[in-house]
């Protein structure tokens, strides 16, 4: 690929985090692995909104779940995750 797709893709992966849902989503999963009925109810959000954002997320990579009977567990894909989210946070807290 080249430099072009490079800034491009970086470019719609900063798209995702444009959104205070699914900023909130990823905070909540910080903490542990959630099904979308927990995260529904934790973030007064429906079910349908929540798997809707977790669609999006998992797209593109920043989120990955595991099936458990008929429920889907979703967490944060990998460490470059939470990282992202506190160098976003540590850059507001010095505005």
């Not at 444009?18 to 109810?41: F, M, N, P, T, W």
């Amino acid at each position: 690929m080249n430099d072009t797709g490079k800034w491009t893709e970086l470019a719609e992966l900063f798209k995702v985090f444009g959104d205070s849902s699914r900023i909130r989503i990823l905070y909540r999963l910080l903490e542990k692995e959630y099904c979308v009925q927990d995260l529904a109810e934790d973030l007064e959000m429906t079910q349908s909104a929540v798997s809707h954002q977790l669609k999006i997320l998992k797209m593109n990579k920043l989120v990955r779940c595991r099936r458990d009977g008929r429920q889907m567990f979703y967490s944060l894909a990998d460490d470059h995750v939470s990282t992202i989210l506190s160098m976003g946070r540590e850059h507001i807290n010095e505005l």
